[in-house]
């Protein structure tokens, strides 16, 4: 067997050379995200959050008896829930407001569609998290009338 090692070193050398060069494509191309796809993946994180606290709360209230007192584990939690809904709602806004802003200059292209498309996703999907937090509230409600 001969030693090819040096050999392909050199190849690989001479592919990451390659790989270096900018294509007529890549160049046009941002080197980053823009800020409003930052700011949807943050909506989408900070709904995803949002909707696991609201499952601890569920857990929370539902396990809440006459002995078992978690009222201000429960309040903690329905404070935090409602000031983070109300920052997602105006992030929306604003993510609503940016492509509304793009469309008024001239024709929508497929990108401002899209753009449109996935701030409506995360509108709706911030919907069902504040209905089922209004729902879990309710349960609340009722519960502490009952006792």
Known sequence: MCDRTVEFENLVKQSSDR?????????????????FYEATAEIGGGIQTASQMLSQLTKLVRRQ???????H????????????LTDLNSKCDNAQTYVDSKKGYGKVNQAVNHN?????????????????????????????KEQ
Do not use: C, W
């Open 19 to 35: 790989a270096k060069l900018p294509d007529r494509k890549l160049r046009n191309e941002p080197k980053t995200r823009s800020d």
């Open 65 to 71: 008896g006459l002995f078992d007192d978690s009222s």
């Open 73 to 84: 584990d429960i309040d903690g939690m329905v404070f935090n829930i409602k000031e983070q």
């Open 116 to 144: 449109g498309t996935v701030v409506n996703q995360l509108k709706s999907d911030l919907m069902l998290a504040t209905k089922d937090f209004k729902s879990v509230l309710e349960f609340r409600s009722n519960k502490m």
